[in-house]
T-cell receptor, first 110, second 112 residues
């Protein structure tokens, strides 16, 4: 099936640092979504992107839909301990279900 | 408040037994999904349903079965044919395929 390459797989950062992660694919997507999953819980939608070039913020989070429609990135500014979790990207082709990346596990040292 | 509820949160079963995981939503969503999550594997689609009384296999359907008799409910049965059933199972729903999914809080199944 279709694949999304999400990187990095894991990050260990100091509180206050900025974080950047991205997803790439060989396919063109109509929608990009970013989710956060905390331990033992289901993923929660953070940001949804529907247009190429779109840049959207949600508090300290900023995500962009790549111009080529084959990639997306998520930035977290001034990280805090509660940012810990696994971040998933998800993309949707013109038809069909969401395709998920394998996740970026974020650890924040106070 | 609208949401999607999975139960139970933790489930223990003996090897060789079938077990059914519950998923109920009151969001009036048409589509529902079951995912399996293993460490480092991301989310893998087991089954999905876009409408009542209809469902399709996902990428890893072998050893699993589902039903969709009501719009609100999409139970997943893990059968004894599933070789490695211990995992975290997530249910999700969406208005249609083009919108983001709402996830439940998951069921952790341990087979001993």
């Amino acid at each position: 099936g279709q694949q999304l390459n999400q990187s990095p797989q894991s990050m260990f950062i100091q509180e206050g640092e900025d974080v950047s992660m991205n997803c790439t694919s060989s396919s063109i997507f109509n929608t990009w979504l970013w989710y956060k999953q905390e331990p033992g819980e289901g993923p929660v939608l953070l940001i949804a992107l529907y247009k190429a070039g779109e840049l959207t913020s949600n508090g300290r989070l900023t995500a962009q839909f790549g111009i080529t429609r084959k990639d997306s990135f998520l930035n977290i500014s001034a990280s805090i301990p509660s940012d810990v979790g696994i971040y998933f990207c998800a993309g949707q082709l013109s038809q069909g279900n969401l395709i998920f990346g394998k996740g970026t596990k974020l650890s924040v040292k106070p | 408040d609208g949401g999607i509820t999975q139960s139970p949160k933790y489930l223990f079963r003996k090897e060789g037994q079938n077990v059914t995981l519950s998923c109920e939503q009151n969001l009036n969503h048409d589509a529902m999904y079951w995912y399996r999550q293993d460490p480092g594997q991301g989310l893998r689609l087991i089954y999905y349903s876009q409408i009542v009384n209809d469902f399709q296999k996902g990428d890893i359907a072998e050893g699993y079965s589902v039903s969709r008799e009501k719009k609100e409910s999409f139970p997943l049965t893990v059968t004894s044919a599933q070789k490695n059933p211990t995992a975290f199972y997530l249910c999700a729903s969406s208005i249609g395929q083009i919108y983001g999914y709402t996830f439940g809080s998951g069921t952790r199944l341990t087979v001993v």
